[in-house]
């Protein structure tokens, strides 16, 4: 793990992918496993491996990334690519101290939680297996892309072409943080995403709020009124049918949320937040489509505003997609509903003559779009995984039928239409996407745990 | 006025604001002018002067201000200290020109038309009535400013120190620009002011909006629906009671409004405007109150957005007040509505402690308090300025009983008790307090006229 966060692989840093890359086959190698890394014009390769076990009925695919999100130096507290454990606030010699380790410990350093950890939990229990000379119940392979910080545009095209080298009976996906409860996780889906940023029109120039301010349309004001017609701040999205084609929850995936354990005065308490919107616990309320507003810009705060009208208004939004919703599909309702309320939609920066002839012009950028994906969590492949999970874990593990946030999983889905299943490894406080990235020691030993239950147990 | 436009007197250039108050002081005498300069610790000193015309007996103060905005220099198409005399886009040598002038030139520099053509204005009034040998009808006192672009913060203690001095029977305010039919114009008001920046809060840290975004709480959104309960996109004011304290237009005032030329659809088409707010033409909806948004910021837009909720939002907001209301009394109405709606308001930044205990808060900065006026526009003195501004202009001046922007007329009345009037001067497209500010040439010749009637007509 040290050694891999040292490595710095980054979209910033090709010469780190690269050689991230080629020492994650290294390690495989030496394991036994056959490699090659496949590779699509402009993405780092993806690093494939596959070992056979004599006699095992099954195969499974093993997905982690090995690449990190950027990184802003300056606001972490210690180098992004030099690992640091630390109890609480302090540093810990760790390298040579004598174990027990305080599972408390967090080791700090970026890609530690997202997503090296995967990579080093699941080469730990193989390793932990055969020092123990246990057998692997199923055919491993494993599949370790390099540019999921990037939305991993190139990962549909490698899938397709290597689609015969990544048959499988399943797809496990080690990726994203466990629930809150620290509790050893599963989780069978993921929403889709769509991305949005929307900007509307006010005159060409700022104009003198006083000579102009109640006649001269103001963008900042038609944005405010926009979102608040759009979503409230409960979290309830406005637009009418908006969740119509919405994929109910099943009786299974209904009683898995209900056995969740109430996270939530905790998690208030954690954040120093007095309330939460709407009035749902956080699992049940990330099962509904979300539009999250990520930010707003119109004219000037602070030292610099001025009397002024601001020229527009821009909107930074993020959808959430749940199952049955498709992204045309929101992207049409939310058409069809600013237009309802006197928008003209367009994709261009509108020209004067434009301007005199539509009153309200907005401005649309669709970008990231894919759709949910809620797994079978009755498939015999999913009764299978939760029960290596729970034995290995030694107890009954988490079952999240859905996480809020987005993964690619409809991808392996739909191409290799196979159950997939999410394993989910990091502490919920770890940073990820920002700086002082961090993995609980905790939980990466239950990962290892779990790792070696999934290789050595599971058959179904 | 090339010579007063060289003279760089903004507040970021303390040895300008000296200079061009010498050289005014020097120009007053040298028109026989008792001066002085009035002078308050950290401000630019007022240039004061007075002219006692014999058998006189009414006497008028004369306000202007020699400071400019400050500039962005790089936004200017040519040195906003060098002026240039352009015929559209093109430059004009106008020093080597011969006259007649077209008077559609505009001359362009730094307070060339807020507030040097004021002073140049009036200079040149004064030289002509002396040409042909008329007296002025009037006592002058002149009250030339130099902070007014950082909202006059000495005024009133320099107005108060010397009121004896300053003792007049009306003050004529030489500031602004005429109505948008560019025809000569006469005010009576100037509504008033109050700044409000409003901060609204999240989590501390910004939390990926997948796995929280429907539960932790989004500030954009909170502040979206804030604006949008404080003001809708046609310009009214939602606040409940809050035109209550408002004192109605006279009938006298109304009808000035009912006499101006429309001039909607023009503006709109020099705007490139689809609509206008509300439905009411552009000076009568600056008779109301006014709520303008001048800034928004949340989280990140474009590039730099990330799938994250934003850990506040901050609002820029400006009140613009009618007669009959106070500062304290909008305040006041403001801060019982958000309690209405939920808000707590604070003064500082909230810390985890009372983020717990309070769900909504908002944190509010006023600023740049002061009231409005209107001044009565059937008083002797005001019938005397209105036809004399008329016998000057050969025609009915235009008369707005209220100007949208705010200018410090209260204070004049507030401590010296007698009529306030404005005379401004420059066209309403000058570009004032931005870039390329500009005047259109007959805007000053117009005003030179009409310095010169009210110097030797004025009578009452």
């Known amino acids: 793990m040290d050694e891999l966060v040292r490595l710095q692989s980054v979209a910033a840093s090709p010469d780190g992918l690269t050689a991230t890359a080629a020492r994650l086959e290294t390690l495989l190698k030496a394991r036994g496993f056959k490699t090659s890394l496949m590779a699509a014009q402009g993405a780092p390769p993806v690093v494939f491996g596959s070992y056979n076990s004599p006699g095992a009925k099954r195969t499974v695919v093993f997905y982690a990334h090995y690449d990190g999100q950027p990184v802003t130096s300056e606001q972490w507290n210690s180098d992004p690519f030099v690992p640091v454990m630390r109890d609480g606030a302090k540093d810990v010699d760790w390298k040579n101290a004598k174990p027990p380790f305080d599972p408390e410990w967090h080791f700090f350093g970026r890609a530690a939680a997202d997503d090296k950890n995967s990579i080093t939990a699941f ?30 545009p190139h990962l549909a095209e490698i899938t397709r072409s290597h689609k015969d080298e990544l048959c499988a009976d399943l797809w496990l996906i080690g990726d994203a943080p466990v629930h809150q409860s620290r509790a050893p996780t599963l989780y069978f889906g993921a929403r889709g995403n769509l991305g949005l940023e929307a900007t509307v029109y006010g005159l060409r120039r700022a104009l003198h709020d006083g000579h102009y301010g109640n ?37 299974e995936e209904k009683a898995a949320i209900a056995r969740l354990p109430s996270m939530e005065n905790d998690l208030r308490h954690e954040f120093g937040i007095g309330r939460s919107e709407g009035n ?25 505003a001025a009397g002024a009208i601001p020229v527009d208004a821009i909107m930074a939004m993020g959808f959430r997609l749940v199952p049955g919703q498709t992204p045309q599909g929101v992207r049409a309702k939310v058409e069809t509903f600013l237009k309802s309320k006197g928008w003209t939609v367009v994709t261009d920066a509108p020209d004067t003559a434009a301007r005199l002839v539509h009153p309200r012009i907005i401005r649309l950028a669709w970008r990231d779009a894919y759709p949910a994906l809620r797994s079978d969590m009755t498939s015999p492949a999913a009764r299978g995984v939760i029960a290596a999970a729970n034995a290995a874990a030694g107890k009954p593990v988490t079952i999240l039928p859905m996480m809020g946030a987005s993964v690619h999983l409809y991808l392996f889905d739909d191409i290799m239409k196979v159950p997939v299943i999410g394993l989910p490894i990091s502490n919920h406080d770890n940073s990820q996407h920002a700086a002082n990235e961090n993995l609980r020691l905790r939980n990466l030993w239950d990962a290892v745990e779990v790792y070696a239950g999934m290789m050595s147990r599971l058959n179904w």
Chains 1, 2 share one sequence.
């Open 123 to 152: 080469l730990a229990g193989f390793d932990a297996l055969k020092a123990i000379g246990h057998k692997p119940s199923i055919n491993i392979k494993v599949f370790w892309e390099g540019e999921e910080g990037r939305s991993s």
């Open 215 to 251: 006649w001269v349309p103001n963008p900042a004001v038609m944005a405010a009124e926009l979102i608040a017609q759009l979503r409230d701040s409960e979290g309830r999205i406005l637009i009418p049918g908006f969740g119509d084609d919405v994929r109910p929850l099943t009786a």
């Open 280 to 304: 749902e616990e956080l699992t049940a309320s990330t099962m509904r489509p979300a539009l999250n507003i990520k930010g707003l810009r119109s004219g000037q705060v602070g030292a610099e």
